[in-house]
Nanobody, 123 residues
Framework: QVQLVESGGGLVQTGGSLKLSCAASGHTFSSYTMGWFRQAPGKEREFVSPITGSGGSTYYADSMKGRFTITRDNAKDTVYLQVNSLKPEDTGVYCC????????????????WGEGAQVTVSS
């Protein structure tokens, strides 16, 4: 099991930016594919982006391209999500997740989850 703890959430104005962090502990971080998900109030959880263990491959759905960037620092056992040009509809709880499997990269089945970080975008 890998333990995940998110940080970096908060209240941001429309148009602002933030960088979420997810610190992992418990196992060799670089062996895990990591993903970010979000859940807006009253809506289903939405897959934001995955990144492979080496950081060499990422994926973004069309709705996420351009404003979201996932990166990782295996030396720090941390994965990041940079979000720019924030909109009120980006409000929600952002969770990171980990899994051993690499493929399919766009798969949404993950084994380990963090508690999440609240992001609120004010209009």
């Amino acid at each position: 099991q890998v333990q995940l703890v998110e940080s970096g959430g908060g209240l941001v104005q429309t148009g602002g930016s933030l960088k979420l962090s997810c610190a992992a502990s418990g196992h060799t971080f670089s062996s895990y594919t990591m993903g970010w998900f979000r859940q807006a109030p009253g809506k289903e959880r939405e897959f934001v982006s995955p990144i492979t263990g080496s950081g060499g491959s990422t994926y973004y759905a069309d709705s996420m391209k351009g404003r979201f960037t996932i990166t990782r620092d295996n030396a720090k056992d941390t994965v990041y999500l940079q979000v720019n040009s924030l909109k009120p509809e980006d409000t929600g709880v952002y969770c990171c997740a980990a899994r051993r499997a690499v493929y399919p990269l766009v798969g949404t089945e993950y084994d380990n989850w963090g508690e999440g970080a609240q992001v609120t975008v004010s209009s």
